[in-house]
């Protein structure tokens, strides 16, 4: 076993953590999709924010989010606009700069540890982070260490009322006229102050439970009460209302710092920090979590680059494109910046596939989009309500399968054709290859198919086995793989003869795909680490169909579909996106 990283946005989704791969592996993984926002501020005319494994998102309105390329597989924690230049921080030291929010640059701190906010006023940007790291520098390129005087890790740093507010670990809060010279306030409290902002009443500190700080000075602090249970992280200032946010999708607003009231967010997420710009209110957290309002009370949920589960992803023409439930359609040119397309439907879509001319998708009650580009989509009639779960091409015409043993022909993805299966089955994947079709499903259900028009059912050898249903199937030069529940992997040359082949787990894998020399097959991961409520998703690699290798991705809960790009590069969809690098040469 050989150690490697797995980089998510997000959406996405997903951007960089550690695992272990086999010999046989992809290489490096990165997570793009979907994220936990850690900072946001606004600057010149758009809204930034920061996120895990180097995600950045912006918008110029507060509703619609893109995803911008990072320099950085690093998290990122905050983010501020001073002396025109966006300044991002995060761990092990991480500092990015951007003059416009779209390009990023990333800058030697010359820190090892990680940075949890960064403030600017005064000509100088000030940078705390983990055992009392202070950073300043004058121009955001060239950055000078400070003594911050306590040993304690820093959360949060501000410039207001002509001075730098930092607070953090064990009821710490610092103030310095300067960014250089710093003294630790009084506060009487112990909890960690997460954040701190300024308003009309004097500033606001937040951390605890039930719980927040008020000073006039920044220096001696006092004690309030919330009347919210749940524990606060950060807080800001909207033009005559405080607003701090939290735990389980917690929001709490004061006018005064004193009486707090509870609003309505809609988001069981975490909370994690707050801005005000263009008259709107923007709230970040966790699962890409973007809430925005006008006043502070009302809110609502933004439009971000990764949201929901995608089902099906296709790579054509330098291109990758998911589709997903509620019509989600994103697409991708590097697999990293993923950029939401209108589907006009808000049908679940499962399948997708390029053909000589257009895409085709399938999803629920008989969905069928086609798109001459991936950007502009169209709905057919397909003849059915039944839900269709899958789509192949044989390089003439389309076959699409789903539930009670539907199968459609269409010549060009617009006339479609019901087609005898001879099964009452619900058929979950088809593949074409050069043997002709095969569909799988329900049962341990196996079908196949010359041309799609007449259609035979094969011995797959499970039926009698408990938990047998097939979700998916691949072609590639060893012949077919068929997957599904129970860990199982079915392999045969033509389509005919079936053999069980063992992946030594209880894994339900739902796709697979082949691509270059080896055979990937995804899912969900049933384990230890899923009682325990890390995510570690377990996709499996091989090279001929019977022997299998596994690569552990942390921080991954499920996949549901594969592609491959035309340079090796490899894109799994789900619950969360992930990108491999260039495969290495194979067998």
């Known amino acids: 076993m050989r150690s490697l990283r797995n980089i998510l946005f997000v959406i996405g989704l997903l951007f960089i953590n550690s695992f272990l791969a086999a010999a046989a592996g992809t290489g490096e993984w990165h997570l793009r999709a979907p994220l936990t926002f850690y900072g946001i501020t606004f600057g010149k005319t758009n809204f930034v924010a920061v996120g895990e494994h180097g995600a950045i998102f912006t918008s ?18 905050a983010v501020v606009y001073g002396k025109d230049t966006f300044i991002a921080v995060g761990d092990k030291g991480a500092i990015l700069t951007s003059p416009d929010s779209a390009k990023w640059t990333v800058i030697s701190s010359g820190v090892a540890d990680s940075l949890k906010g960064v403030a600017y006023g005064k ?42 507010i930092a607070s953090g670990e064990n009821g710490t809060i610092l103030t310095s006229k300067d960014g250089t010279d710093w003294k630790k306030g009084t506060t009487g409290v112990s909890f960690i102050i997460k954040g701190v902002t300024f308003g009309k009443a004097g500033f606001v500190a937040v951390g605890g439970q039930d719980s927040v700080l008020t000073s006039a000075d920044g220096e001696k602090w006092t004690l309030r009460k919330t009347g919210v249970s749940t524990w606060l992280g950060r807080v800001t200032f909207a033009p005559d209302i405080y607003i701090a946010v939290g735990e ?54 933004a439009v971000s680059a990764f949201t929901g589960v995608l089902r099906g992803v296709v790579f054509h023409n330098g291109r990758f494109t998911a589709v997903g439930d509620k019509g989600l359609i994103f697409s991708s040119v590097d697999g990293a910046v993923w950029t939401r397309v209108l589907s006009g439907t808000a049908a679940n879509l499962s399948g997708i596939v390029r053909g000589r001319d257009c895409y085709v998708a399938v999803g629920n009650k008989g969905t069928v989009l086609t798109s001459d580009d991936g950007s502009r989509w169209t709905e057919r009639k397909s003849g059915t309500t039944k839900n269709l779960r899958d789509i192949a091409y044989d390089g003439k015409g389309y076959i699409a399968v789903g539930e009670g043993g539907t199968v459609l022909a269409s010549a060009d993805g617009t006339v479609w054709t019901a087609g005898k299966s001879g099964t009452h089955l619900g058929l979950k994947g088809v593949a074409f290859g050069d043997q002709g079709y095969v569909a799988v499903g329900e049962l341990g259900t196996v079908l196949t198919s010359a041309d799609g028009s007449e259609w035979i059912a094969r011995d797959s050898g499970i039926r009698n086995v408990v938990g047998n249903t097939l979700y998916g199937v691949a072609y590639g030069p060893r012949g077919y793989v068929a997957v599904g529940e129970s860990g199982m992997l079915l392999t045969s040359e033509a389509g005919k003869d079936w053999r069980l082949t063992s992946s030594g787990t209880p894994n339900i894998f739902f796709g697979i795909t082949h691509c270059a020399d080896r055979y990937i097959a995804v899912g969900m991961s049933k384990n230890k680490e899923t009682a325990t409520k890390t995510k570690i998703n377990r996709t499996f690699v091989s090279f001929d169909g019977e022997k299998w290798s596994v690569e552990s991705i942390k921080d991954a809960e499920l996949f549901l579909a594969a592609a491959c790009s035309s340079d090796r590069r490899i894109v799994l969809v789900g619950k969360e996106i992930a990108e491999s690098d260039p495969l290495p040469e194979g067998k």
């Open 60 to 77: 110029p309105d507060s509703r619609t989010w893109n995803a911008e390329k990072s320099v950085t597989n690093e998290s990122l924690r």
């Open 123 to 164: 000509d100088t940007f000030v940078a705390v982070g983990n055992k009392g790291r202070l950073l300043t520098s004058r121009d955001g390129a060239i950055w000078t260490a400070g003594n911050s005087g306590v040993p304690d890790g820093l959360r949060d740093v501000i410039f207001a009322d002509g001075r730098f």
């Open 248 to 301: 389980k999708g917690a929001i709490v607003t004061s006018k005064d710092g004193v009486k707090w009231s509870l609003q309505t967010s809609g988001s069981v997420a975490t909370l994690e920090s707050a801005a005000y710009g263009n008259k709107t209110s923007v709230v970040v957290g966790g699962t890409n979590t973007i809430l925005v309002s006008p006043d502070g009370s009302q809110w609502k949920e």
